[in-house]
């Protein structure tokens, strides 16, 4: 694995100063081994894996498959644990707007139609038993304004 990472960046010279995420992955598994490369920040392995991808067409060679493997399993499990906060966190995110809101204690009944009816028009007001049409007194409407203005004066 270290040996054909090594490799493939010594057989391009210019890919240690162009890929430098892929650089600074090759040389820490150089130094020290896979663990620190898992180490390394997550942004420094998923662009270090994009250079990876965009270097090699043949991953017959099982160091590098290995090596793209390990890159692509690091960055997703370290992605998927920044993301998923903890329970005791998420609980505690709402417990906090829960004791802020006053308690209702709200008792349910049921009730005839005729009974909810009334009770609306004690909250609300007289609501209309029957639909109204509007009459030729009533006042107008923007919209009417509007068409009005907009309609040509006659010459007089």
């Given amino acids: ?69 390990r890159l692509a399993v690091t960055v997703k499990r370290r992605r998927h644990e920044a993301n998923a906060p903890d329970a005791a966190s998420q609980l505690e995110r709402y417990d906090r707007y829960d004791r802020a809101m006053p308690t209702i204690d709200a008792e349910v009944q049921e009730v005839s139609h005729e009974l909810f009816e009334e009770m609306e028009r004690s909250w609300t007001g007289r609501m209309p038993d029957q639909r109204t049409e509007p009459t030729v007194d009533a006042p107008r409407t923007d919209a009417a304004v509007d068409a009005a203005a907009a309609a040509p004066k006659s010459a007089g």
């Fill in 1 to 69: 694995m270290r040996r054909e990472l090594y490799t493939l960046l010594e057989h391009h010279p210019a890919s240690r100063q162009m890929m430098r995420h892929l650089d600074v992955i090759e040389r820490t598994l150089r130094r020290t081994g896979i663990e620190a490369v898992e180490a390394l920040p997550v942004k420094v392995l998923d662009r270090g894996l994009n250079e990876l991808e965009a270097l090699v067409w043949d991953w017959s060679q099982p160091g590098l498959a290995e090596v793209r493997s």
